[in-house]
Nanobody, 118 residues
Framework: QVQLVESGGGLVQPGGSLRLSCATS????????MSWYRQAPGEQRELVAR???????NYADSVKGRFTISRDNPKSMVYLQMSSLKPEDTAVYYC????????????WGQGTQVTVSP
């Protein structure tokens, strides 16, 4: 059974930092491209950052230079280091796994709330 469990969300002041973690189980982690998405109230879910199996990264323009995605293959973990946070970063953040080796499958975590407010 595939499980993605996010943690690390919370309330932070503008300019602050948070580190999100996503623990995965039930997958061969090295076969998967890992991503973080976010969804603000009333908005569509959007890609924040992606880290492929090859190590290639993609970031939304709005977070470039502030957020960093990383993965630990032996631990089957993916992280999102967020700094210089802004109120507009407030959203539920979701971990996403897409198998890119072999048959394509996709899995989502349950999300973790990040609130940036004074």
């Amino acid at each position: 059974q595939v499980q993605l469990v996010e943690s690390g969300g919370g309330l932070v002041q503008p300019g602050g930092s948070l580190r999100l973690s996503c623990a995965t189980s039930g997958i061969n982690f090295s076969f998967y491209d890992m991503s973080w998405y976010r969804q603000a109230p009333g908005e569509q879910r959007e890609l924040v950052a992606r880290l492929g199996r090859s190590g290639i990264t993609n970031y939304a323009d709005s977070v470039k230079g502030r957020f960093t995605i990383s993965r630990d293959n032996p631990k089957s973990m993916v992280y999102l280091q967020m700094s210089s946070l802004k109120p507009e970063d407030t959203a539920v953040y979701y971990c996403n796994a897409v198998r890119s080796l072999g048959a394509r499958t996709e899995s989502w975590g349950q999300g973790t709330q990040v609130t940036v407010s004074p």
